[in-house]
């Protein structure tokens, strides 16, 4: 199963990751296998980065239902929300 992240493929980082294991220059292995080498030297040394987009939730899914069921509620009974 080929994952994406950004132009690569795991398989290039996988692959690029043993070439160095197995002597290769950081440099030529980064033009060999196309991977960024930012991303190969954070994986060699250890560095994990997670992609997030956009804002962290302030609320969890479970709050996030309940809030929305209660401005629906409010605004069944005639409260409806109101924008300043």
């Excluded at 160095?20 to 080498?37: E, H, M, R, Y």
């Excluded at 040394?45 to 987009?53: A, C, N, P, R």
């Amino acid at each position: 199963m080929l994952k994406k992240n950004g132009n690569r493929s795991n398989v290039d980082l996988q692959n690029a990751m043993l070439a160095i294991k197995g002597g290769s220059k950081i440099v030529f292995t980064t033009q060999l296998w196309g991977v960024p080498i930012t991303s190969l030297r954070n994986h060699l040394y250890g560095v994990t980065l997670t992609k997030h987009k956009g804002k962290p939730k302030v609320l969890n899914n479970v709050k996030e239902i309940a809030l929305v069921d209660y401005i629906k509620q409010m605004q069944r009974i005639g409260h409806p929300i109101t924008l300043m």
